[in-house]
């Protein structure tokens, strides 16, 4: 017999499909017998080819499957088995004297092995283990369709006036062909936005390029989005098409155009009258049918005062221009946004969290965001990856969240340069360089160095 003890221990797994596959009746029978009367569903088999054929008639979460099936092996169909049903899990049956077999099972994808004659109690433990493997998967799914379906920026969900005005907005201007400028604080989702109006456009199925002009050099800028010649200059070891062609039929976003040169700007204003270009080093006209969207945090028109950005180029990109209101400007927004966020980061955490705790929440409603909907994510991922329960609390927020104290404007607030200040100062401290500094406030460099310089920052 198989049993070599009883047990009146309660059997807690829930309900599994189940597939015994041994030669010999008995024991399948009997395994059979114990498995029904725990309330699981359970088919047999008395060979490896009818195992293979009942896997491939039914879906089992479970098989127990002995090594030795007469002239057959149940190490050569066990990854079988496991090439049509990667979820099974396969209890591998085993004498004694065959435990390195076993061994070898579980190398080659068993989930466990038991021995002959069964104890009972191995088997509700066996049980209760596969099930619980089982609870955790589907758990993972469903994480990983929560991820699938969640966006780390609610930004297209909106409580707020002028946001969803900003939205309609954007849906209409997305099916023409005109050229749209976003205006809003750096970390206020004009990238999210961009890419947005791409999607709902009849471009959508074509490429999007994203420039981001303060990154990069003046001379790199005009190679990268125009492309150069071989040998164009030094390092130019191979012919680059640029992004204007890459985009060609598509959509190209150039990030914070303010900090466009003077010397690209008549490049880029030929390119929007005449769909006309020339690459770096090669004076052959060429044309591209590409949609342009812009982004700024800066005030165009008084860099066109000034004379640091040309009129006739603004007005060229002005076409259609979308406002992004700033995150302290939405308040009825942040508690939508952030759990938003949170559900997005527990997904790719792979953790379950329920919510915030009530001081965490009344903190993230209570701060006016300097850093905007950059800021905001990335305080609900630390809080996210800092938690080690279902609940994000007040101490797993930025120290900036946790002390809303200091120096206040009169009506008992802290004033936005402070709120600014104390946000750059927290990145400098946590970023490994200036440029990453830069990067993750949404700055270029100089405007940083400006920045640590008004607040007396010398770190």
């Keep these: 017999m198989a049993w070599r003890e009883k047990t009146n221990r309660r059997i807690t797994a829930k309900m599994l499909n189940i597939l015994v596959i041994d030669d010999e009746a008995n024991i399948r029978k009997s395994l059979t017998l114990w498995l029904k009367s725990h309330g699981q569903q359970v088919r047999q088999a008395g060979s490896a080819r009818e ?152 471009r959508a199925a074509q490429p999007l390029g994203i420039v981001s002009c303060p990154t990069l050099q003046p001379e790199l800028l005009a190679s990268e989005l125009f492309g150069h010649a071989r040998g164009a200059f030094t390092g130019a070891v191979r012919e680059n098409p640029g992004r204007i062609a890459g985009c060609d039929h598509g959509t190209l976003f150039l990030d914070e155009i303010g900090d466009l040169t003077a010397s690209i700007q008549p490049q880029l204003l030929r390119f929007l009258q005449d769909h006309e270009y020339e ?19 800066r005030n165009l028109e008084e860099a066109v005062k000034t004379g640091a950005f040309r009129e006739d180029l603004f007005y060229r990109l002005n076409v259609f221009q979308l406002e992004i209101p700033p995150l302290r400007e939405r308040p009825e927004d942040l508690e939508m946004l952030a759990e938003n966020m949170l559900r997005f980061f527990a997904a790719a955490n792979r953790k379950l969290i329920r919510g915030f705790s009530p001081e965490a929440s009344e903190a993230i409603k ?44 009169p009506n008992g607030r802290l004033t936005l340069e402070q709120l600014e200040e104390n946000y750059i100062r927290e990145v400098l401290t946590t970023s490994s360089s200036l440029v990453e500094a830069a990067s993750i406030l949404g700055i270029n460099q100089a405007t940083l160095w400006r920045k640590r310089k008004a607040y007396g920052i010398n770190n």
């Design 279 to 297: 690459r770096v080093g090669d004076p052959t006209p060429r044309q591209a049918d590409v949609r342009l969207i812009a982004a700024t945090n």
């Design 51 to 202: 195992g293979f054929a009942e896997n491939r008639l039914h879906k089992f979460d479970l098989a127990f499957l002995d090594l030795r099936l007469g002239p057959e092996s149940g190490l050569e169909l066990l990854p079988k088995l496991l090439a049509d049903s990667p979820w099974l899990k396969i209890v591998v049956m085993t004498a004694y004297s065959s435990v390195d077999t076993a061994v070898e099972a579980m190398k080659r994808g068993a989930f466990d092995y038991i021995e002959k004659p069964f104890a009972l109690e191995k088997l509700g433990l066996v049980l209760e283990k596969v099930e619980k493997a089982l609870c955790i998967e589907r758990r993972l799914d469903r994480l990983e369709e929560d991820l699938k379906s969640l966006r780390p920026d609610g930004v297209f969900v909106s409580s707020n006036l002028k946001m969803q005005r900003t939205l309609e907005m954007a849906r209409h201007v997305a099916a023409s062909e005109a050229a749209v400028l976003i205006r809003g604080e750096s970390g206020t989702g004009k990238t999210i936005l961009a890419k947005a109006i791409h999607g709902w456009s009849p």
């Design 366 to 409: 209570a701060y006016p965001w300097p850093g905007n909907l950059r800021e905001l994510r990335n305080a609900v991922e630390r809080g996210v990856i800092l938690t080690d329960s279902d609940t994000v609390l007040l101490h797993h927020l930025p120290d900036a969240l946790q002390h809303l104290k200091g120096e206040v404007s």
